[in-house]
Every structure is written in C-alpha cells, then in structure tokens.
C-alpha cells in the first residue's frame, strides 16, 4: 500500500466521504464515534483506521495504519529501525522531525507533510499521515480535484 504524500494512502484521498471509501474497501470492521464525535472506520485486513471529521461535512481527514505492506517512495517502512528509515528518507527531502517521547513510545512528526513515525523500542510501529491545512488556514482536500 503506497504512501501519497499530502493525498493519502493506497486509493483512499482525504477529502472522500464515507460512501466513496466503502465503494473501494466494502464495511468497515468497526464503525464508531469518537470523543469529538468524528466518525471513525477501522479496516481490520488492512491494519488501517480512518477519520471522518465532523466539523468538515465527514471528509477523510486522517488515517492511522500499521500494515507492514506500507510503503513510502518504494520502501516499507513498518517494524523498521527509525534510523534506518530516517536515513532512507533524507535523499526523498524528508529530514525535519520534532521528536516527542511517551512511554515506550516516541512520535517523529514532519508538519510539512503531516505525517508521524511512531517508534517503539526504536522500531516504526505505527504511521500516521493526515489531511494538509494550506495557507488560508482550511484542509487542502485532494478528493474530486482535477
């Protein structure tokens, strides 16, 4: 499953409403609300959980996945040393990460691209890659655009 920077992952664009993602990947092994009332898909098979936001008309707007078939500019990325993807990503531009540490796990976040590396015991378990806010201060949404 192929990372798209600033667009997605796999077929799913942010910016999709509900419909258009059960049209390509069927029911969602769980449907459910979160604390801000977003409606939240979980994709068993495809180790991936998305969300709708509300306050947005329910557009994908963030997508958690966990699948060792997850890859970025050709290369997998999960359970992974974070140097060794750092390293592997630092040709592609991708160099700037403000660390965060919590428990055993530790977050690399890249604002320009919206995505986070979460590590632990050094390894990339978990990643996470959310719809990009332009200039105007509104989600850039890649769904339905030319």
């Given at each position: 499953?192929?990372?798209?920077?600033?667009?997605?992952?796999?077929?799913?664009?942010?910016?999709?409403?509900?419909?258009?993602?059960?049209?390509?990947?069927?029911?969602?092994?769980r449907n459910y609300k979160d604390e801000d009332n977003n409606?939240?898909?979980?994709?068993?098979?495809?180790?991936?959980?998305?969300?709708?936001?509300?306050?947005?008309?329910?557009?994908?707007?963030y997508i958690v996945a966990s699948s060792p078939d997850l890859e970025l500019f050709?290369?997998?990325?999960?359970?992974?040393?974070?140097?060794d993807v750092k390293k592997e990503l630092a040709p592609k531009g991708l160099i700037k990460f403000t660390q965060?540490?919590?428990?055993?796990?530790?977050?690399y976040f890249n604002?320009?691209?919206w995505i986070i590396f979460q590590t632990e015991f050094d390894e990339v378990v978990k990643f996470e890659i959310g719809a990009i806010i332009n200039?105007?201060?509104?989600?850039?949404?890649?769904?339905?655009?030319?």
């Open positions: 499953m192929k990372i798209n920077l600033k667009n997605g992952i796999d077929k799913l664009l942010f910016g999709m409403k509900q419909n258009d993602v059960t049209a390509i990947y069927g029911k969602p092994d409606v939240i898909f979980a994709y068993n098979a495809l180790k991936m959980r998305l969300t709708f936001y509300v306050e947005e008309d329910l557009k994908l707007g050709g290369t997998t990325i999960i359970n992974k040393k974070i140097t965060e540490e919590f428990d055993t796990f530790e977050n604002e320009e691209n200039q105007k201060d509104e989600f850039d949404w890649k769904f339905g655009k030319k």
